[in-house]
Nanobody
Framework: QVQLVEAGGGLVQAGGSLSLSCQASTRTFSSYVMGWFRQAPGKEREFVGAISGSGGNTFYDDSVKGRFTISRDNAKNTMYLRMNSLKPEDTAVYYC?????????????????WGQGTLVTVSS
């Protein structure tokens, strides 16, 4: 069982930046593909991006490409999401997720482990 804890959410003005982190409680963190998802009020959970176990590969949803950056520090068992040029439509609860199989997927069912989420609110 892997425990994931997100941190860093908050209120930011449109055009601003915010960074989230996701701490994992596992000794084999580098073997997990990690993903970020978000869920806006009244909407389905959606994929934001993912990063390979080594951190050498990332991919993003088109809605955040060029504005968001995912990174990880395997020595600290932590993944990060740097969000720039934030828009009101980025307002959502952001979740990190872990996939021990390494499917490198944008589909939520591929990730068996989830954090509790952290709220990001972007004001216009």
């Amino acid at each position: 069982q892997v425990q994931l804890v997100e941190a860093g959410g908050g209120l930011v003005q449109a055009g601003g930046s915010l960074s989230l982190s996701c701490q994992a409680s596992t000794r084999t963190f580098s073997s997990y593909v990690m993903g970020w998802f978000r869920q806006a009020p009244g909407k389905e959970r959606e994929f934001v991006g993912a990063i390979s176990g080594s951190g050498g590969n990332t991919f993003y949803d088109d809605s955040v490409k060029g504005r968001f950056t995912i990174s990880r520090d395997n020595a600290k068992n932590t993944m990060y999401l740097r969000m720039n040029s934030l828009k009101p439509e980025d307002t959502a609860v952001y979740y990190c997720a872990a996939d021990p199989v390494g499917r490198y997927s944008k589909d939520a069912p591929a990730y068996p482990y989830w954090g509790q989420g952290t709220l990001v609110t972007v004001s216009s």
